[in-house]
């Protein structure tokens, strides 16, 4: 279901960090339906607004052509809270059978001209818009992925040649399956820090605010 649709930001090309010439498209994923905190993680306080607006935020400054935000999980809420400016917003009704279905509703409006989409994760917030920027810039081929200093971690790059792998996922963790399965090269791209946290449970929270008082 859309519920929003702006222009895409190709068309304002005086706002982009980097020069992109292809067309690259940010699917923000913030569907999520929160199980183990037991109320709408998008909506947490973080840096005095809600958590997913960092995310929504940083993808809307950084070299896209087109970002989409996928919601489910306390759409209303989130709807009313947070300010998409001009992504486009796609409503998951299939939110609670994982992340694979908050992609493929994603797709369903990403543009036709699309090289390939980066995957972000609505409860990350450190993921720099400069980390983000390199992954555009640089990911090349079927599958690229951030690699920082401990491991691998998101943005993740898949271009337009498997989107119809993409649509085929099922759960949570399936990205990350597909990127181990072998079927295609992998290309990492090197990133500075640490993988940046995420928010599962209320220990990452308060981790993740401590990390904010610190820094």
């Not at 489910?72 to 009704?93: L, W």
């Not at 920027?133 to 599958?143: F, K």
Request: glycine fraction near 10%; proline fraction near 5%.
């Amino acid at each position: 279901m859309v519920l929003q649709s702006r222009l895409p930001n190709k068309l304002r090309r005086g706002t982009w960090s980097v020069a992109v010439s292809r067309f690259v498209a940010g699917l923000v994923l913030g569907a999520g339906a929160s199980r183990r905190l037991g109320q709408p993680k998008q909506l947490l306080p973080y840096r005095g607004r809600p958590l997913l607006q960092t995310a929504v935020d940083n993808a809307l400054a950084a070299a896209f052509s087109q970002v989409v935000v996928a919601i489910g999980g306390a759409a209303p809420e989130v709807k009313a809270s947070i300010e998409f400016g001009s992504a486009s917003v796609a409503e998951n009704v299939h939110y609670t059978t994982g992340c694979s279905s908050s992609i493929v509703a994603a797709l369903d409006m990403v543009d036709a001209e699309t090289s390939g989409v980066v995957l972000l994760l609505g409860d990350q917030p450190g993921v720099s818009i400069a980390t983000i920027d390199r992954v555009i810039t640089e990911a090349n081929g079927p599958l690229a992925v951030a690699r920082y200093a401990d491991g691998r971690g998101h943005p993740l790059w898949f271009g337009r040649e498997i989107f119809d792998d993409l649509r085929k996922l099922k759960g949570d963790k399936a990205v990350w399956k597909l990127l181990e399965s072998g079927s295609y090269p992998v290309q990492e791209i090197v990133c500075d820090g640490p993988i940046p946290g995420d928010v599962d449970t209320w220990e990452d929270y308060e981790s993740l605010l401590t990390s904010e008082r610190a820094s």
